[in-house]
């Protein structure tokens, strides 16, 4: 059995969806806001923070495993992740995500899932493996 592509929208990222993360989780980053010396930054548009973007594989692995989702999923870690260009604030984000095919471990099932993020031009502005646990009773 070889691997299994999702693909998916992830949806726009507005301004009001940033600046609740960043009030959450404290980001206190000025790249994520508009700001007046916008010119002295290295991105010409405020952008969305990283680990926003690392947050949403939470949907990702949902919509991935679907109807056939197991009992749970456990997060047993991420891998490679990078950011290779910005997303900037009000961009739509789409993805990509690359399931291995399950591997027993200790009664429960060891996937590895490959994603990657777009945005609307079809650049990468995310990409990572996340190693997951799938278990729960057989149905």
Known sequence: MGDTVHTGD???IDAARVAEFLRITG?????????ESQADSPFPEPVVPGFLLVSLLSAVIDAVFGLDRP?????????????PAPLT?????????????????????????RTEMFDAEARTVFSGRSKLLLGG???
């Open 71 to 83: 009992h749970y999923v456990i997060n047993g870690g991420l891998d490679a992740v990078r950011f």
């Open 137 to 139: 009773p057989e149905r």
């Open 89 to 113: 604030i009000g961009g739509r984000l789409s993805y990509s995500a690359t399931r291995t095919p399950g591997r027993p471990m200790g009664g429960r099932t060891f996937v590895e899932l």
């Open 27 to 35: 980001d206190r980053q000025w790249i994520h806001q508009p700001h």
């Open 10 to 12: 992830l949806g726009v």
